[in-house]
């Protein structure tokens, strides 16, 4: 769930107590994949967002 919230790797490795990032990678894998897509929409919004001059920092907005 961590993972899927977008929670950097390395503190849910902590969290859970591997000694090893890979452990929490192999594991988690199928999450991580969502992750990345996720990232990469984003990105892409960023992007878009950046081309139109629309774009806001996020902590500028007011949803």
Same mark, same amino acid.
């Given at each position: ?15 859970? @107590? ?7 990678? @192999? ?13 990469? $929409?984003?990105?892409?919004?960023? %992007?878009?967002?950046? =081309? *139109? @001059? $629309? %774009? +806001?920092? +996020? *902590? *500028? =907005?007011?949803?």
């Amino acid at each position: 769930m961590l993972l899927e919230n977008e929670v950097n790797p390395r503190v849910v490795q902590e969290i859970l @107590g591997h000694s090893d990032i890979s452990t929490t990678l @192999g594991i988690y894998s199928h999450v991580v994949e969502q992750v990345f897509e996720n990232v990469a $929409t984003a990105m892409n919004d960023v %992007y878009n967002d950046t =081309r *139109a @001059g $629309t %774009y +806001k920092p +996020k *902590a *500028a =907005r007011r949803d």
